[in-house]
């Protein structure tokens, strides 16, 4: 089971963009997706998080700019970044819980990180 994140770029000020990550493999079924991003010199936070049933949660910093989705049937979860800043400036990975079809646990799985630079 892997994680494969895709559509980091650069961007000006403003701008937008538009991520993606689609879990592969021996998937049984998969309960909260996440992204999760790292800025230079700071410590991976949250950014948005949604459950199987469709709920969000977001950061204060991404309220208002960034909409998490997730489509089920395709084991993808998407996030749109608009109006973006230069503190938006990170590496972004996507996270899920997933139980794989020969286990009987759900495991925190991590893609492997797409960066996002905003310029001013």
């Known amino acids: 089971v892997q994680l494969q994140a895709s559509g980091g770029g650069a961007v000006q000020a403003g701008g937008s963009l538009r991520l993606s990550c689609a879990a592969s493999?021996?998937?049984?079924?998969?309960?909260?997706m996440a992204w999760y991003r790292q800025g230079p010199g700071k410590q991976r936070e949250l950014v948005a998080a949604i459950s199987e049933d469709g709920s969000t949660n977001y950061a204060e910093s991404a309220k208002g700019r960034f909409t998490i989705s997730r489509d089920n049937a395709k084991n993808t979860v998407h996030l749109q970044m608009t109006s973006l800043k230069p503190e938006d400036t990170a590496v972004y990975y996507c996270?899920?819980?997933?139980?794989?079809?020969?286990?009987?646990?759900?495991?925190?799985?991590w893609g492997q990180g797409t960066q996002v630079t905003v310029s001013s």
């Open positions: 493999g021996s998937i049984f079924s998969i309960n909260n």
């Open positions: 996270n899920a819980a997933i139980k794989a079809l020969a286990s009987s646990y759900y495991y925190q799985r």
